[in-house]
T-cell receptor, first 112, second 114 residues
Framework: ELKVEQNPLFLSMQEGKNYTIYCNYSTTSDRLYWYRQDPGKSLESLFVLLSNGAVKQEGRLMASLDTKARLSTLHITAAVHDLSATYFCAVDSDYNTDKLIFGTGTRLQVFP | NAGVTQTPKFRVLKTGQSMTLLCAQDMNHEYMYWYRQDPGMGLRLIHYSVGEGTTAKGEVPDGYNVSRLKKQNFLLGLESAAPSQTSVYFC?????????????FGPGTRLTVL
């Protein structure tokens, strides 16, 4: 059974600092997705990573995928308050199923 | 395009009442999903559909039923609501396994069962 673990679960960081959120998964997969959720809102797609070594960047966020290590990272550069949200990773379990397995989320708070 | 829409946005039920949540998408997606989100539990898959007329159970299907009579609509039914079904319900849709299974989410329905 595929399991997806994120850490940390909660992250409080100062504006201007850098940090990384980790997403580990338990079985083989080469498709991984990152989502953002603002409080009381829906989930918004951030990145789609489709192969080993894939790297995507948008503004202060950069996501990468290492399928051999079964690990994806979401790196935050010079955090700003607007990045405060909950971030979820989700893994395409395998080619015999049609479901994404979501991590439990990382709640990020950026303070001045 | 409206994307994924959900009706209603909020609902309060009494224990034992029934209701149907409607999800509609205008992106011609094959796959549709119903999730519930509870504090500290992340997203849990209730039921999903890989095409018109097909449905399958997810992680937490008990107490829910679904139907996909039209490709663009996916209905989630609660036959006899229980307080444990108090949650935020999200619908999502995606193309298919042939393409990246990036899911697009609706705005959510906040359901309270008293």
């Amino acid at each position: 059974e595929l399991k997806v673990e994120q850490n940390p679960l909660f992250l409080s960081m100062q504006e201007g600092k850098n940090y990384t959120i980790y997403c580990n998964y338990s079985t083989t997969s080469d498709r991984l997705y990152w989502y953002r959720q603002d409080p009381g809102k829906s989930l918004e797609s951030l990145f789609v990573l489709l192969s080993n070594g894939a790297v995507k960047q948008e503004g202060r966020l950069m996501a990468s995928l290492d399928t051999k290590a079964r690990l994806s990272t979401l790196h935050i550069t010079a955090a700003v308050h607007d990045l405060s949200a909950t971030y979820f990773c989700a893994v395409d379990s395998d080619y015999n199923t049609d479901k994404l397995i979501f991590g439990t989320g990382t709640r990020l708070q950026v303070f001045p | 395009n409206a994307g994924v829409t959900q009706t209603p946005k909020f609902r309060v039920l009494k224990t034992g009442q029934s209701m149907t949540l409607l999800c509609a998408q205008d992106m011609n997606h094959e796959y549709m999903y119903w999730y519930r989100q509870d504090p500290g539990m992340g997203l849990r898959l209730i039921h999903y559909s890989v095409g018109e007329g097909t449905t399958a159970k997810g992680e937490v299907p008990d107490g829910y039923n679904v139907s996909r009579l039209k490709k663009q609509n996916f209905l989630l039914g609660l036959e006899s609501a229980a307080p444990s079904q108090t949650s935020v319900y999200f619908c999502a849709s995606s193309y298919s396994r042939a393409r990246p299974n990036e899911q697009f989410f609706g705005p959510g329905t906040r359901l309270t069962v008293l």
